[in-house]
């Protein structure tokens, strides 16, 4: 027992000593979710005491205003933050270019790169003015972070001003990272003993041999948050909810299409709220839904029906002010959606006009210009089948038994029927 006691009370420095890394896998855009786990994160490592936090980076870029609030958060941690942009063939663009070089150590794998970070203007096409505003803006942030870990500035800058993309070796080579590191292994053995500056001048020394990593895994909100701020996603839910709901109010009582399409669209509108939206987008898809409904009452052809499908693409399109390819509508999913909600909306307008148009028909009144099936032979008068309804019913002519009518008048309960290529009475319906 003894013994025991001694190896246990010997080990336990030991395991004192141990440093502890957090890490987060950033493998997403740049946006309001992503701000939200790497702010989490943050706070778990200054909780803990972490001797560093790790993120793993895979980003093409994403939204300026986010990108803002997580260099933010990066310069503000008093837990040296370490991003590694990881593993071969991924990349820290646009946006993550800026989160790199906020990073105290800015760390790539063999067979990345990083770079590409031009401002892209999510409003549209602003005034040169306000462009070279926007731009500046970023440079100027870049350029502080670079500066202050000590790094590259002109070569930083080239990335934001003129696109310029970086392998790892040129990286390394140009100095606006420090470490290039096949693995987390050789990277902690690489910092190991290396002293780094802080953002406020302070000077401190990495300790991570034989760190425990504590790999912070997301929530199931983040999860849940990261599927709906996929456009594509958001904008499935919104069109799909709206068919729903549009089913509930010419079908009240039934509850569920109602429930569920409420659900859908408030779970859509959700997503879409995350991402920049361009207004003009939205008033094109009211156009389109009005225009719809305006061909199906009134019957214009298709003309407004189809103006109504393109106003839909286009607006799908260009809902959401994208600054990546990964934040904006799928352009395949955008003309399918648009020209199968068209054609479901147009339909159904078309089947409820129809029938408030002929509401305040009752009985026989109802059956007129329906098409009827004989049931027997009608020399001249037989049974027929109307609307899965047995009739008494006359015609102009001798009418073989299975031969197709259709219903022309009638007196009482007593309907004239017509074979379907004679020609229809003056003002009977069609």
């Not at 500035?153 to 970086?166: E, G, K, P, T």
């Not at 003009?280 to 009134?298: G, P």
């Not at 089948?385 to 007196?411: N, Y």
Request: aromatic content about 4%.
């Amino acid at each position: 027992m003894g013994l025991v006691a001694l190896v246990c009370a010997a080990a336990a420095p030991a395991r004192a000593a141990q440093p502890l890394v957090v890490e987060m896998v950033l493998d997403d855009t740049i946006q309001p979710v992503s701000a939200g786990e790497l702010s989490r994160a943050i706070a778990k490592a200054n909780a803990d005491g972490a001797q560093a936090l790790l993120i793993e980076m895979n980003t093409p870029g994403g939204l300026l205003e986010s990108m803002r609030a997580m260099v933010g958060d990066i310069l503000a941690s008093r837990v040296p933050i370490i991003i590694y942009v990881a593993p071969a063939g991924a990349r820290a663009g646009s946006a993550g270019f800026f989160l790199l070089e906020a990073a105290d150590v800015a760390a790539m794998a063999p067979g990345t790169n990083a770079g590409a970070a031009h401002v892209v203007s999510m409003i549209g096409k602003p005034d040169q003015t306000e462009m070279q505003k926007i731009e500046n803006d970023a440079e100027a942030l870049l350029r502080s972070c670079v500066s202050r870990r000590g790094r590259n500035v002109d070569a930083a800058v080239a990335a934001a001003a003129s696109s310029h993309s970086y392998t790892a070796e040129e990286a390394l080579q140009q100095h606006i990272i420090d470490v290039e590191a096949s693995d987390e292994n050789q990277l902690f053995s690489e910092l190991e003993g290396r002293t780094i500056t802080r953002l406020n001048g302070d000077k401190q020394v990495l300790h991570l041999s034989g760190a425990r990593i504590d790999l912070l895994k997301p929530t199931l909100r983040d999860q849940l948050l990261t599927w709906l701020v996929d456009p594509n996603i958001a904008l499935l839910l919104l069109v799909l909810g709206a068919l729903l709901i549009y089913l509930e109010f010419n079908s009240p009582g039934t509850i569920v299409p109602g429930t569920l399409g409420t659900l859908m669209v408030l779970l859509g509108i959700f997503g879409l709220n995350l991402l920049p939206i361009r207004y003009t987008a939205v008033l094109l898809l009211i156009a389109a839904v009005v225009l719809l409904m305006l061909e199906a009452k009134f019957g214009g052809h298709g003309a407004l029906a189809i103006a109504g499908i393109v106003c839909l693409a286009f607006g799908m399109l260009t809902l959401v002010a994208a600054p990546v390819p990964e934040l904006a509508v799928n352009p395949a999913l955008a003309i399918a959606v648009a020209a199968a909600f068209g054609a479901i909306t147009f339909f159904l307008v078309r089947l409820v006009v129809r029938a408030r148009r002929r509401k305040h028909l009752l009985g026989a009144d109802a059956l007129v210009g329906s098409r009827a099936s004989a049931m027997e032979m009608l020399d001249p008068e037989g049974h027929v089948l109307v609307e899965g309804e047995i009739w008494r019913a006359v015609a102009s002519e001798p009418v073989q038994k299975g031969a197709t009518l259709r219903v022309v008048g009638h007196e009482q309960y007593l309907l004239h029927v017509a074979p379907v290529d004679a020609p229809r009475l003056p003002g009977t319906a069609s």
